[in-house]
């Protein structure tokens, strides 16, 4: 069965959009992209470049959800835009695909999912590791007690993350440093695999700025309710990016580690973990696509049979809601 074609607005057209994607949407070979915005013409102009095809540009996005009729929306832009820029897009009917961290707060997460489920449509964030394979059969193996009841959750990402500038370092724009951008993708990690919730109270940091207004490297201390403890660093003046991300439990340990962006080892108790070929490796956006048309499907099956199993077929982010309760209280212990 030929897939159903959507049609697609892009908000934001920095490097990450055009980068990641623009690539990933033609990939699907079914999305047909019909409006973008930035704020930045040349930006937009490079987005249309790499499209190959000309699309209605807007300088300000709520001048193309007013003008646009989209079935999708795809969101990259500065992390404190996310809530404002998802909401509208869910009030508008449109599925959305947005950039890590979902929202800043804890109240603007669970408000977005809500709506999300409420309106029936699928809400997914862009975390990539939780579509590689490794990731997905580690959730797995916890879930199912492989290493027993957990313990603790240790972790660390680094990366030269300075040279990345722009809105990333302006703390009204990014809420905060490489702790809040790529240090969301460790705890993202953390909490998504192992279904963990952090005890606010517990969480302290420490924080390194260097000089700039945001931080550069983080340690955050923490206990879990069930009374596992952990600690998670995002390091952002290293060199290449390196990072791990090692969950113990009473029964064993599981370790995966990654540079370059890439997974270069799994082992479970010291041995590598051979992973089952059922498991699939995927990507956001195809994950999102698919749950899109699966949502699409189910609707049309309640009109002929009466009942409905939207959202059966996909997952709500409930784990942004524990990233960003985390990302909040380590930045309140600072302050």
């Known amino acids: ?24 949407i033609q990939q699907d070979r079914s999305v047909d992209v019909v409006g973008l915005a930035d704020p930045i013409e040349e930006a937009a102009q490079k987005a249309v470049d790499r499209l190959g ?25 500065p992390h404190s835009d996310h809530n404002a820029q998802a909401k509208a897009c869910l009030e508008s009917g449109m599925h959305v695909l947005i950039e890590k961290p979902m929202v800043l707060t804890t109240a603007h997460a669970n408000g977005l999912i809500a709506l999300a489920k409420k309106k029936k449509l699928c809400l997914h964030v862009a975390y990539q590791r939780h579509w590689m394979r490794e990731y997905v059969f580690a959730r797995e193996l916890i879930s199912t007690g492989k290493i027993g009841k957990i313990q603790s959750v240790v972790g660390y990402v680094v990366q030269n993350w300075l040279d990345l500038g722009g809105w990333r ?18 705890v993202a990690s953390a909490l998504w695999i192992t279904g963990l919730q952090p005890v606010p109270k517990s969480i302290s940091a420490t924080m390194d700025k260097q000089k700039r207004d945001v931080d ?39 370790c995966i580690r990654l540079h370059g962006w890439r997974v270069v080892e ?20 195809a994950g999102f696509f698919a749950a899109v048309r699966t949502a699409g499907q189910a609707k049309a099956a309640k009109g002929r049979a009466g009942r409905s199993k939207a959202g059966s077929a996909f997952e709500y982010p409930t784990y942004a809601v524990e990233v960003a309760r985390l990302s909040t209280a380590a930045y309140r212990s600072i302050a």
Request: charged letters at 20%; hydrophobic letters at 40%.
């Open 169 to 186: 370092l302006d703390a009204k724009k990014s809420g905060g440093g490489m702790f809040m951008d790529t240090g969301s993708h460790l």
């Open 53 to 77: 095809s000309q699309v209605m540009y807007f300088d300000n996005w709520r001048d193309m959800l007013a003008q646009v009729e989209s079935d999708v929306a795809l969101i990259s832009t």
């Open 1 to 24: 069965m030929a897939k159903k074609r959507l049609k697609a607005i892009l908000i934001g057209t920095g490097g990450n959009m055009r980068g990641a994607h623009i690539p990933r």
């Open 266 to 285: 799994m082992t479970l108790n010291g041995s590598t973990v051979s992973i089952p070929t059922r498991i699939k490796a995927s990507n956001p956006d």
């Open 216 to 254: 550069v490297n983080t340690v955050v201390q923490m206990q879990f309710k069930g009374g596992a403890v952990g600690t998670l660093s995002a390091i952002g003046s290293g060199g290449e990016h390196d990072e791990q991300l090692v969950v113990v439990g009473d029964k064993g340990t599981l």
